[in-house]
């Protein structure tokens, strides 16, 4: 069974089952959905890119801390030599790129990060992946560049109103190409261990994100959204959860590219911070209502 069926799978079964049957099958769940994605060696699929670190929005569940950033932009500069590495480092072969965050569309440079991608990589699928909230607002440059390049705008479904017949519209008299992602089901409660007292190997393998889309991020590569990104949790909260350098991979040091992916499929020293076997499916997706909701239950969103 592939990732996404074992998704769907699991998905049927959390709808039919009752709450007390779920938390016991939980970890065996995720387990096997992991098993899908930790295959070592295979193709890189997915690279994220944080445009911004930053959002419009607060979600309850933000994978990526958002609603604790105050504001973070894309350095275009360091982005264009890490694409620029990272092209020939993959010889062009990486499936899509994800120009995401945070709210993307809050970078004021946006289009010159969109040009910069297509330039490295001429034969990638390249998704713009936003929440939508300010395409009607955007400039109509927005719109011929993202044609131009090749850009698919990829909105995530979230619990806000959003007139997508209307951006839908626009998008095709510029002739881009739009998805709307499907209502999410429900999230997840990831939780972390801030002693860092798991065992590695087994956070791993019960391990949903890793390897399902690499982050690339300041000349390195991450396997998942956690360690790019805990910064904004230990700042906020005063945490000191760390990161090393056997938690990433430097593009600038890797000989080659098998190299990236063998690290890919790999456990970290970080997993010792993820409670993966006490993962809790919570439900329909909930607006935050400050800043302290993201440590109560911190999730993942299931976007698009
Ligand atoms: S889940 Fe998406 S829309 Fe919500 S705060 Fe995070 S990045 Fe923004
Ligand atoms: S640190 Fe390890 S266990 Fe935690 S999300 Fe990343 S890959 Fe999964």
Redesign the pocket.
């Known amino acids: 069974m592939d990732y996404n069926l074992s998704m769907i799978f699991a998905e049927k079964l959390y709808k039919i089952l009752p709450a007390s049957i779920i938390k016991k099958l939980q970890p065996k769940i995720m387990s096997i959905v992991a098993k899908q994605l930790h295959i070592v060696g295979q193709s890189m699929n997915y690279v994220d890119i944080n445009v911004v670190d930053h959002?419009?929005?607060?979600?309850k569940?933000?994978?990526?801390f958002?609603?604790l950033v105050n504001e973070k932009f894309l350095d275009v500069a360091g982005f264009d030599k890490d694409c620029e590495r990272l092209s020939a480092l993959s010889s062009g072969k990486i499936k899509t790129i994800r120009l995401?965050?945070?709210?993307p569309l809050l970078h004021p440079l946006l289009i010159e990060i969109m040009m910069v991608t297509r330039k490295h990589f001429p034969l990638s699928e390249i998704d713009l992946v936003t929440?939508g909230i300010l395409l009607l607002k955007i400039p109509m440059a927005f719109w011929t560049r993202c044609e131009a390049f090749g850009i698919r705008v990829a909105i995530?479904h979230?619990p806000i109103k959003l007139n997508y017949v209307k951006i839908k519209s626009i998008a095709k008299e510029y002739g881009v190409k739009t998805v709307y992602g499907k209502k999410p089901r429900g999230m997840y409660k990831w939780l972390l261990d801030i002693n860092g007292c798991q065992d590695i190997k087994e956070s791993h393998a019960y391990c949903i994100r890793a390897n399902q889309c690499a982050v690339l991020q300041e000349g390195k590569i991450y396997a998942c959204s956690l360690p790019p990104w805990i910064r904004y949790f230990n700042e906020y909260f005063g945490k000191d959860l760390r990161v090393n350098e056997f938690d990433y991979i430097d593009i600038y040091k890797a000989k080659n590219f098998a190299e990236v992916l063998e690290f890919l499929g790999k456990p970290i020293p970080f997993c010792k911070y993820c409670n993966t076997k006490k993962i809790v499916y919570v439900g329909n997706i909930k607006k935050g209502n400050n800043r302290m909701d993201i440590i109560k239950t911190r999730g993942v969103?299931r976007?698009g």
């Open positions: 959002c419009n929005l607060k979600c569940y933000c994978a990526n958002c609603p995401l965050g945070g709210e929440n995530s979230y969103p976007a």
